[in-house]
DNA sequence: GGATAAGCGAGACGGTACGTCCCGTCTTCCT
DNA sequence: AGGAAGACGGGACGTACCGTCTCGCTTATCC
């Protein structure tokens, strides 16, 4: 199996795991500079004490090393609690997805999704995708226990709902505060429960 | 005022209009086969048949020039009718907004305003702003009309709506068909309609 | 005619004379420090406080930037007097050649010269073979007026002559002095005098 | 005496010949593709299916294993016979002579030691003086045979005609056949002998 | 015969330089 | 004064090698 694989030893002096840290801490620290446009290897390589060539080596481009920092940092983040009352599960997880979205790595990471197929799919994959099966679950399950409308589209509503946080992030430029995801999730709720 | 000199004839030669839409026109097509980040200054000057001074006299970053270029071709459509019935006001606005941003220079646009503050307030100032206030205008009177839930909260509602369009463009990486808009729609009536 | 092509002005702005004696003179500058395989277009660069492509668009490489850089220190000197008498010309000549070869400059061209056969042709082409003619020139006018015997071979003489000089310098790593060009000039002419 | 250390044995894994002798085998046959400024330590190594530390254990530089490269393949050849008769015995050195040199691997070592005073020092020691000293013990034995010139400045006649050779092959980058040699030798003898 | 020592291929490391592309500015001549 | 052309100083690109350094492994001597 390829898993096996993995973790098999290569020839050759291995990879340098205070290095890996020491360039995704610097690409994290110059983002709060610089705009992800603005962002290059070069300064990366420098801040971090590293060569250029082995970032390159690592990850290949500027994208896949964003999108590397910011699932090493967001991926424990933004999970449902799936124990909670619903209401409670989704305000925290939107409070959390808020937070690790308007943050200099996240407002980044959209930046180079929208440019790079490649990177959403990635994306979607290992991030998005799994917290919209548990959004999409939990729905389910609210259906299932009379809380909610049998008869709602669960992806538009999800959409809907997720759409609104990006929207405030990205085109409104702000975060969002707990008072306004307490009226959006009131909005969202009436349009959908029982 | 400034408006007057606008204008007002200046001694010497006046800007050759031929040029600027030969710039524009370039910008377009290049953006077909390169993201913004890799469409630059001089590929437009060349494909324009232009000096690249003549880029920077005018619009003075490639930014300013893509918000140009999306106005000079936006500008005209995404207009709410105001006397077609409130669905089908909102349903074509929808559709037109989907095809706008999905192109080439929408999906520009939207890259470029998420890194650069300036470009984002413009991009609202003259382009978002009023069409969301027409859309605000429509649900008031449906609310007038009685046809709409009175309670709402037009701004959360709004966002919602306008948010999932363009999570299905960019985050999703596809454009709304006619179909995919009615269901959209109709739930997102559902929850607003009395 | 080509010729007169060469003084046309072309359309955009001209090339900077300033540059290009900076980058010559940094040049010579940096070959007293650094040999040749050292020299690097980046330390020229900024030595002569210009940009890299700037060296690049007039000499395209490291070789020819050298050769020019040569020719234009040299190119004054080395030059048979024709009318001093037969063996005092020779003797200036081999002073000046031995100097001229005998500096950053001329030790960096031979080494450059050995490993790339275009700038051997152009060496030849530009500064070699005028004055072995020149040479040839004066021991055939020898020949006509009897101070030399009519059966040496002459170009195999003036390699012997000339591979003298180029092995003290290159060989045996030391400039001639006046003494030993005495001696080399007298044993060479007592083989070939009659 | 640290001759003595040579042979003795050491802890440890003993010097893997093979390699040895692949790294040298690779480097000559790089050169017949790569200039010597273009003959990189990577791409030896890689050649020889060896780690580049081995060469560096070994060698130190890429212009000591030239050096040594260059002796191990020409240290049994341009050797003088002592009994031939003595134009036939310089005939014969000039022509291994010039075999040696006009080979990749003496082409690349004169331009390695026209950068590289220690080089130079080097190979002065280690090949050139021995035969320049067996060539002057030749001429010497010529003169006390009344078979040349007792007034000729040895040094200087023997500069003049490897001088000649050196020229030939590194300045005109051509190797000299039989026939032009034997015209060289007889130039240079009449000017040397009685 | 187990410990110690050095050599080995592999290949990652922090660096330097490559030659190219583009930046935004400038300098020429032409309109 | 605007415009096309294109050179300018500068900065970053992604790649190639530098000479050094770990790795796991092999092959020797030493105790």
Redesign the pocket.
Known sequence: MNNLNTNM????????EA??S?IMTATMTLLKDFKFANL????IAKE???????I???WG??ENLLLETFLDTADDHVVFNQEAPLLDDFKQVIVELTVVLDSALGRALITAILEDRDLLDQFHQRFFEPRRQQASQLLRRGIDDGLIKADINIDVVLDMLFGDVYMNVFFYGKALDTASIDVILTSFMKGIMI
Chains 1, 2, 3, 4 share one sequence.
């Open positions: 030893t290569h020839a050759g002096r291995p990879r340098d290095a890996k020491a290059t290897i070069e300064r971090a004490g590293v060569g250029k060539a082995t390159y080596r690592w481009s500027k």
